[in-house]
């Protein structure tokens, strides 16, 4: 599918004018092409809001200012750092990757990102759209959300296939990185006004509850023993999905020995 030139135009004077009146521009990773502070911001803004992230991302850059200061830290402070934050095995991923780029250098090549532990195929095209602003086409939430609403106002289950060819001639290709955070953050703007769009999605999944799920059982395992709280309580508490979880943790070496 193509999109007529006049709506194309019309939608990206949309889009950009939203940008020039609404825009977030004072998000940190926004004031930065660092591509260290690019990555771990895209880490941290997996699956998680970015009001969560905000303080987040400050406390770990004056932590872990660079690689090497990450790589030089503990997995245990790395850990302790991100607490809180959810879906703990990033940190392991982020710090595995501080010590990758201390022996490798910092990749901006999409194959060498893809590398890097913890990093997919958005992660790596993220990397390099915010850090290098280079074209590549993105798809996440907000700009499937974007996307659906102008184009496939009426339609039920829209494919990613039909998509990513209009994403890629909308695509500002001199400017990528103003484009995607402008279309990020029109999105996010779309969802205050319409029941989500990204609902129309054929990929889109709703989140499994976060309470009484082994998720939450794995983050006050790992809570608990980087304070050095006893576990009997939450065994005692949560039995076999305890079990579950402590496992699980060993086995991805989350569960690391105190300095």
Known sequence: MSAHSAQLRSFRSTVMGHWKKEGRHDLPWRKTNDPYAILVSEIMLQ?????????????????FPTPRKLAQASLEDVLRHWSGLGYNRRAKFLHEAGKWIVEEGMPNEYRELRALPGVGEY???????????????????????????????????VSDARL?????????????????????????????????????????????PFKGSLREIRGEILKAHLSGAPLATLKTRYGERFIIAYDALRREKMLVQKS
């Open 123 to 157: 992660t790596a095209k993220a990397v390099r759209v915010f850090a290098y602003n280079q074209p590549e086409v993105l798809i996440e939430t907000n700009v499937r959300s974007v996307f659906i609403h102008h184009f496939f106002p009426s339609a039920r289950s």
């Open 47 to 63: 699956q998680t809001q970015v009001d969560r992230v905000i303080p987040y991302f400050a406390r770990w850059m004056k932590s």
């Open 164 to 208: 990513l060819p209009l994403i890629e001639e909308a695509l500002d290709r001199q400017h990528p990185r103003q484009w995607y955070s402008a279309l990020m953050d029109y999105g996010t703007h779309l969802k205050t006004l319409h029941p989500n769009p990204s609902r129309k999605s054929r990929h889109h999944a709703k989140q499994s």
